[in-house]
């Protein structure tokens, strides 16, 4: 595309938001000559002939340069664009509870001022507000006290790079160029979301009909005064939601407490804690941003998991400011984000880079250094929980949880609410609780606000109930695994919520394995064998298993497959690459049902969906049951368009809308070319298959899928199918009548194409199909709050200097169960980074809270201790796959769960090695030290 072009081939007019018009471009590493290559001719042979792929679809683009980060664009690699570039830097507070009293401009050197100085006041005089999701007070007005630590003030503009980088050095640790005034409270809101989850089950057991959970009775929530949660507090077994709840949690805790009196039940309680950590991505957020005002447009390349959302997002924001009429369109490239680990997903940055852009006379890049991603990038939440787990003594079965949960926000709201309420609905884990009374609290707080970061609330909760798990099993004088056996959820069985699981759970099977294993079973013998043979050291071995929710309980994935009249295969699907290789799986899953893998699969795709014509138009997660049905009737309505790159999803649901779109491509292009070919109307597509890349049925000629390619185009027969599919904790079903045929597939919109190229998908060249009827599934599933697991487990032995503090772990052992991996590798490459964050997140990962944090500017790697090559155990580690237990077994979402349990396995393997026992996170070399040695300070 040479610049933008308002040609209807390369602009398509289906997306207007507010009176904007919205386009998406191609992730960039794509564009041109390079991805036509790709589809063109195949000189290196991705996919190989094994089982697994020879290397990454993407593979020859990353070694050659072709694949480079978004942060990496100038104006100058920006065909159509105005080739002078321009900077722009964002001032922040690092002080709250005073004043902000102005910028003390004499700061900046006389060869280094900005051209534009945006402040509150600039944004206040043109209207320009955040959208409601990030709060207010993008910049902060004079005479405002700080929301948070880091709070932004201003952005200077400057019109070459030695201007900018001069005035970067002056002020971004200049402690005088913010000015502060008089002391003042700090801000205090309401807490972002308040939760609770409580359940008691009924007297036909586990599986039966509950005496009261969320799921069967609906959800309630607190009061809020002087910005603190309180509970309801009427209590009556037969009166509303909140009187029943807090009934029955007023049973259970005084049950728990009496057979605890009694000496029935062992009561494990304790506080624990989790500290704030940075995502860390290799990448720092950046944008380059132009407003072409000659042609009223809008151009942004963003690094964001959540492109989707930003079109809307700044749609709104553009529609209701002072430039409502100067902006009539808005192109994003959505390009490749350089790791993202939910970091990058519906961050405030890409905001500020849109401002920068508004206010630039040329392109303005806006990209963080390491010391300002740390001070603005968002957080994984710090989890502050008062847990009690009660433990039968005679059988050792679980017979209750109460959790509190405090939870730590940050100054933004972001995905606070959502991470609380997965947090609380997480801490079951792998067990069978039949009673449960959880609450979870976001709060507000002065620190830099925490969002989506992997793990995204059950890393923290999880961990703790390990932690208790194991101290359990230790009071109790049972093995650690013997105990988990006899807690073991099974199929059929309701969670804490109520709700019964969707998929199978194989929890059973990681703890034999894992039981039976050396590391294991001789773990006293070898633990007296290291000692003895290392004087100074202690030796010691930790288990920790875990199963994580994948999913957001409003999917709406989306893909397209097509063929040319060669029989070259392209994809393109909605999720962004983040380093997990979906290009690569997503193209292997044709393989099965096309009879080879795709030739391109072109990710983080926006615009082509815009051939499905569908609209949403109210909150997923809180429109009624009425309201669903009413709007179901309209054919072209869903309850969600699109969705961000988050939430482990790319494997389940992705796969879903992939295999969807292949198998109706089957059965409406290549089924109906095949009987042509072989002259009869009695091919059954359930007996075809393929072998060695060709179409067999019985005693035909095989068929190559270029025949089938060339026949279907002959014919004018379908040769793109394009879906959309939707998923509250269970599938949406549709109908469609083709060619007088009623159909039935796992969708609610499709569209299909005629003819065509294996090129881009277009829009333009596919005809929507209004669907018949739909079935989605019931609103009430937003109660469940979760139904998709996958589990892991670590088994793991560590080694601790007794003077130091150090811990060198010596082996560790990964147990997984990941349904059915659709490319192996790709999932070993998820264990081996999940293993290397969680020994960070155990060990060393730290940013103490407010004054001394983050947002104070000063932190980077020189003091923020991440999992290097020496503290992983490359050599050491191994991991053991369950094979799905059918072919039918789902893909699993694994890129979060993998982490977690080694969180809590290394600190058992601490107290194993040691007798010291840790509820706090991370577990330093210098807690250690002074744990071992109290009379050495």
Not at 82 to 105: E, M, P, T
Not at 369 to 377: I, P, T
Not at 580 to 594: D, V
Not at 662 to 677: D, S, T, V
């Amino acid at each position: 595309m040479d610049g933008f072009n308002r040609d209807r081939r390369n602009f398509i007019k289906l997306c207007t938001v507010a009176g904007i018009t919205v386009f998406a471009a191609p992730a960039l590493w794509q564009r041109g000559n390079a991805r036509q290559s790709e589809i063109a001719s195949d000189k290196l042979n991705w996919r190989g002939t094994g089982p697994a792929p020879a290397f990454r679809a993407d593979g020859v683009a990353k070694v050659t340069g072709q694949k480079i980060f978004g942060r990496d664009f100038r104006a100058r690699d920006m065909p159509g664009w105005k080739q002078q570039q321009h900077y722009a830097l964002v001032l922040r507070c690092n002080r709250v509870g005073r004043r902000f009293s102005g910028i003390d401009w004499s700061q900046l050197p006389p060869d280094a001022q900005p051209y534009m100085k945006v402040t509150a006041e600039t944004l206040a005089e043109k209207k320009l507000h955040l959208p409601p999701f990030y709060g207010e007070a993008m910049l902060l007005p004079e005479g405002a006290s700080p929301h948070y630590y880091g709070h932004a003030v201003a952005m200077l503009l400057f019109d070459d790079f030695d201007k900018y980088a001069i005035a970067k050095q002056a002020l971004q640790f200049n402690e005088q160029v913010i000015r502060y005034g008089e002391q003042t409270p700090p801000v205090e809101r309401d807490p972002y979301a308040s939760w609770r989850i409580i359940r008691v089950e009924g007297p036909q057991g586990p599986g039966g009909e509950d005496l009261y959970s969320p799921m069967q009775d609906g959800l309630f929530f607190p009061s809020y005064r002087d910005h603190k949660a309180e509970w309801p507090r009427a209590a009556n077994q037969s009166g509303s939601v909140s009187e029943r709840g807090i009934y029955y949690a007023q049973q259970i805790r005084g049950q728990t407490q009496r057979e605890s009196d009694s000496g029935n039940w062992h009561l494990v309680r304790g506080e624990y804690r989790t500290q704030i950590v940075d995502p860390m991505t290799m990448e720092p957020e950046a944008a380059n941003v132009w407003f072409d005002d000659a042609r009223k447009t809008l151009h942004l390349v963003l690094t964001t998991q959540s492109p989707q959302d930003f079109q809307e997002f700044a749609a709104h924001m553009l529609a209701e400011s002072a430039f409502a009429t100067a902006i009539e369109n808005i192109v994003v490239h959505s390009s490749v984000v350089g790791g993202g680990f939910g970091g990058k997903d519906h961050t405030i940055f890409p905001y500020y880079g849109l401002v920068a852009g508004l206010f630039g006379s040329a392109p303005v890049r806006l990209a963080n250094n390491r010391f300002e991603q740390f001070q603005s990038g968002f957080k994984r939440h710090p989890f502050h929980m008062r847990n009690t787990l009660a433990v039968d003594k005679k059988s050792g079965k679980f017979q209750a949880l109460i959790s509190e949960m405090q939870v730590d926000g940050g100054g933004r709201q972001n995905f606070s609410a959502s991470v609380s309420m997965v947090g609380a609905s997480a801490i079951q884990s792998i067990y069978y609780l039949p009673r449960n009374d959880i609450s979870a609290v976001a709060n507000q707080s002065m620190n830099v606000d925490s969002g989506s970061m992997r793990g995204y609330g059950t890393l923290q909760t999880m961990s703790a109930m390990e932690m208790m798990v194991n101290q359990a099993a230790q009071e109790l004088g049972i093995d650690p695994i013997e105990l988990r056996l006899r807690n073991a959820f099974q199929n059929g069985w309701r969670n804490t919520q109520g709700a019964v699981p969707k998929v199978g759970v194989r929890y059973r099977e990681l703890l034999e394995r894992a039981k039976e294993h050396p590391m294991w079973r001789e773990r006293v013998a070898r633990k007296q064998a290291f000692e003895r043979e290392n004087p100074g050291y202690l030796f010691g071995t930790g288990y920790a298993i875990a199963t994580k929710d994948y999913g957001t309980g409003a999917a709406a994935p989306s893909a397209a497959v097509q063929f040319d009249t060669a029989g070259r295969l392209s994809l393109a699907v909605e999720f962004m690459e983040m380093g997990t290789g979906i290009a690569t799986s997503q193209s292997m899953l044709l393989e099965n049902i096309l009879g080879r893998a795709a030739d391109h699969c072109a990710v983080g795709e926006v615009d082509a969906w815009h051939a499905l014509q569908q609209v949403q138009t109210e909150s997923p997660y809180t429109m009624s049951q009425q309201y669903q049905d009413q709007n179901s009737t309209n054919p072209l309505w869903t309850p969600v368009t699109a969705m961000a790159s988050a939430a482990s999803m790319s494997s389940y649901f992705q796969s879903h809308a992939t295999t969807q779109a292949a198998e109706i491509l089957f059965q409406q292009g290549l089924l109906p070319a095949a009987r042509r070919l072989w002259k009869t109307d009695e091919v059954d597509g359930a007996q075809v298959q393929w072998r060695d890349g060709k179409l067999h049925y019985r005693d035909f000629s095989p068929l190559a899928l270029p025949q089938l390619a060339a026949e279907a185009h002959r014919g004018g027969g379908v040769t793109g199918v394009m879906v959309h599919c939707f998923n509250r904790w269970d599938w949406t079903e549709a109908d469609f009548i083709l060619d007088g045929r009623k159909w039935t597939w796992g969708i609610d919109g499709l569209a299909l194409r005629r003819g065509g190229s294996a090129e881009n998908v277009i829009a333009d060249e596919y005809q929507v199909e209004k669907r018949a009827a739909v079935r989605y599934p019931e609103t009430a599933l937003n109660n469940a709050m979760v139904t998709y697991y996958a589990p892991t487990a670590a088994l793991v032995e560590v080694a601790v200097n007794s003077g130091t503090g150090d811990v060198s772990i010596h082996g560790l052992q990964n147990y997984m169960d990941c349904g059915r991996a659709i490319v192996r590798p790709l999932v070993e490459g998820q264990i081996e980074g999940g293993v290397a964050m969680g020994i960070g997140h155990a060990l060393y990962e730290y940013l103490p809270p407010l004054a001394e944090g983050a947002g104070n500017g000063t932190w980077n790697l020189n003091r923020y201790q991440v999992s290097l090559a020496k503290h992983v155990p490359v050599w050491n580690q191994q991991h053991d796959i369950l094979p799905p237990a059918t072919e039918n077994d789902p893909h699993k979402g694994i890129g979060e769960v993998v982490m977690i349990p080694i969180v809590a396995a290394l600190v058992e393997a601490i107290y194993q090695a040691t007798g010291k026992r840790f509820n706090e996170v991370p577990v330093t070399p210098e807690k250690l030290r002074r744990a071992l040695n109290p009379q050495v300070l």
